[in-house]
């Protein structure tokens, strides 16, 4: 893997893992966890315009794209889970929690 790619992937794991020290393991249906990830676009748009056209939220946006992909990533988590789960219930009669 190019070095680019491991510090990229390194910077959302950080985050994942920050995410899961500040809210836990988050469960959520699908518009809950749109709404999370568009609320996170949202401020990856501010950072680039505050980057063109000056703000506040300058120089962020590394950062918030970050938020971007540790949010997709922790939803994509979420549903592999339910798929591990639902495969171990099916051939275990238990669950993976
Ligand atoms: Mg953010």
Request: proline share 1%; aromatic share 8%; no cysteine.
């Amino acid at each position: 893997m190019k070095i680019e790619a491991v510090l990229a992937f390194d910077a959302v794991a950080d985050e994942r893992a920050k995410q899961n020290e500040k809210w836990g393991v988050q469960r959520h249906g699908p518009f809950t966890w749109l709404a999370i990830l568009t609320e996170e676009v949202g401020e990856l748009a501010e950072a680039a315009l505050h980057d063109e056209f000056g703000g506040e939220h300058a120089d962020t946006l590394k950062e918030e794209l970050t938020h971007v992909a540790a949010v997709a990533v922790q939803w994509l988590e979420q549903l592999e889970w339910e798929e591990l789960d639902l495969m171990q219930a099916l051939t275990e009669g238990g669950t993976n929690e």
